[in-house]
């Protein structure tokens, strides 16, 4: 195993022996689901003052609504007590400071791989995907119908969260 691993391993040592959440459920306890950007400058539960157990995160490059978040989101709502969900994007975001075209380029030379048979999903208008976004999860119909969205974008700068819609 390499060095950098080792240390991880080393690491969870630590923290396996001040482990407290074993008394925690899978479900949310706050009854929140936060969909994110996997920006590792954004600690979800901190942001908006929880802690672990409270909230379900769901996070993938630009906080996107997909596929994937709605499949999530199902299981969440109907089995994991999740009632609202914050979708939250952050500003000086890579997926939203490019077009899909210059991300491809910008992947292909960094690393010669061509990316173009999948979609990245960026977007030119953070506060236009943000609305849509939310609108996809409000009219999901295998979500709850009485389900509560908000959209905010986190400042990475400031630690501010502001309420889009």
Do not use: W
């Not at 969440?76 to 210059?102: F, I, W, Y």
């Amino acid at each position: 195993m390499n060095s950098e691993f080792e240390a991880i391993f080393n690491a969870n040592t630590e923290y396996a022996n001040s482990f407290k959440s074993s008394d925690l459920t899978g479900r949310a306890a706050k009854e929140l689901a936060i969909v994110t950007c996997m920006d590792s400058r954004i600690d979800p539960l901190r942001v908006v003052g929880m802690k672990p157990g409270d909230a379900k995160i769901l996070r993938n490059a630009g906080a996107r609504v997909t596929d994937d978040v709605l499949r999530t989101l199902i299981l969440a709502t109907h089995l994991l007590n999740v009632k609202r969900v914050l979708v939250m994007p952050h500003t000086d975001c890579r997926m939203a400071s490019g077009t899909e075209d210059q991300v491809h380029q910008a992947i292909f030379d960094a690393s010669g791989v061509d990316t173009r048979s999948i979609e990245i999903r960026t977007v030119t208008d953070q506060k236009a995907a943000l609305e849509k976004d939310v609108l996809r999860i409000q009219t999901y119909p295998l979500l709850p119908k009485e389900i509560e969205v908000v959209g905010a974008i986190f400042d990475v700068k400031s630690g501010k969260l502001q309420k889009i819609i």
